[in-house]
C-alpha cells in the first residue's frame, strides 16, 4: 500500500521503530514463509493497539491482528494494508492466588514457566504449544488432553466496532480449534484464567514429560505451522495421510513430515504456494482413498 497517510496515521500511535515497512512475513512466521507486508505494528500497550485499530477502522484502512504465526500460511505476495503482531513486546502478566491475568501477546511456553514458577497446574498442557496467549483463546488450542476453553475465564477484547468488552468463557463458545473469536473479527487483548495450587515439582515434571513426548513425535527442527489439519470424527488426520503413501511427499521445499504426517515441514525454500498445493494434493487423495474430508487448521492470508 503506497501510501504516506498509513505510516502517518500509524504514527499517532505506536513509536516509529515499532513500525516495520515492506517487512517480508516469512521473518515472523514459525513456517519461516511469506511475503512481505506493508507496515507490520508491534505495540507494547494495550491503548495503542485499540487506538491503532480505531484509526484504520475510521480511514478504512485493511489491517489484520496476529499472534505468534505459528498457524498461519502467509501468501507470497504478502499482506496489503497493515498486520498488527501481539506477540512478546506486549506480555505483562500479573498472579494473584490462583488468578493469572496476562496480556495476549505473551508466548504459552513463557507463561506455562510463570505459571509453574507460582505453583499452579492446569497450564502444564500449553507449555510446548509455540503460540501466543491470545491465538491460543482465538484457536482454543489444545494438546495431551487439554484446551484453553478448561481454563480461561474472560478475555478483555476489542469488538469490530472498536469497544472494548469483556467475553466470559461461556460466551466466547470455545470447541475444537474454534472460537466465538473467529465468526467476529474480534482481537483478544488480555486474558484471564483460573488454575490450581499444585506442587512444583509435579509440575516442572508434567512440563518436562510433555515436552520430551513432543520433541520425539514431531519434526520440530524443521519451520512448520504444527498440524495442518484438523482432526477429523473417527480419524486421526496423520494416520489417513500416511496410510494414502504421503509420507515424505514433496511438492517444491514442501514436504509431508516423514516423522508425523499430520505436519506439512518447509525443507528450506518452500513457497506459500508449494504448501497450498500440497494440501491441495493431501486433501484429494485422501478424500479418494477414504473418502474423509480434511479441513484445514492452518489459516491461509494475504493477497491472492
Ligand atoms: C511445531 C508446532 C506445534 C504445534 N502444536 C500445537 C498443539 O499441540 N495444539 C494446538 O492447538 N496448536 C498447535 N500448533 C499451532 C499453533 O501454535 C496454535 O494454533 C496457536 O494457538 C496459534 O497461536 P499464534 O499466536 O501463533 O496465532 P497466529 O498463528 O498468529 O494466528 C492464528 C489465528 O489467530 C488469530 N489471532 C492471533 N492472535 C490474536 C489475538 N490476540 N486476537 C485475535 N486474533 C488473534 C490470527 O488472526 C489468526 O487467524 C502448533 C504449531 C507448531 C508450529
Known sequence: MENKNVLEILKKTVDSDRILIDEPMKNHTSFKIGGPVDYLVLPTKMEEITETVRNLKKEEIPYMIIGN????????????????????????????GTTVTAESGILLSRL????????????????????????????N??????????????????????????????ELKMRYRNSILQDNDYAVLEVVMELEKGDPKEIYETIQDLDHKRTTKQPL???????????????????????????GHRIGGAEVSTLHCGFIVNQGDATAQDVMDLVETIQKTVKEKFGVTLERELRIIGEE
Open 69 to 96: 504465526a505459528s498457524n498461519l500460511l502467509v501468501r507470497d505476495k504478502g499482506i496489503r494494508g497493515v498486520v498488527i503482531k501481539l506477540g512478546e513486546s506486549y506480555n505483562h502478566v500479573t498472579i494473584e
Open 112 to 139: 506455562a514457566k510463570r505459571i509453574a514458577k507460582a505453583s499452579l497446574k492446569g497450564f502444564e498442557f500449553a507449555s510446548g504449544i509455540p503460540g501466543s496467549l491470545g491465538g491460543a483463546v482465538f484457536m
Open 141 to 170: 488450542a489444545g494438546a495431551y488432553g487439554g484446551e484453553m476453553k478448561d481454563v480461561v475465564t474472560s478475555v478483555t477484547a476489542l469488538d469490530d466496532k472498536g469497544q472494548v468488552i469483556t467475553l466470559r468463557n461461556e
Open 221 to 247: 527442527q524443521l519451520p512448520s505451522a504444527g498440524s495442518v489439519f484438523k482432526r477429523p470424527e473417527g480419524y486421526y488426520a496423520g494416520k489417513l495421510i500416511q496410510d494414502s503413501n504421503l509420507r
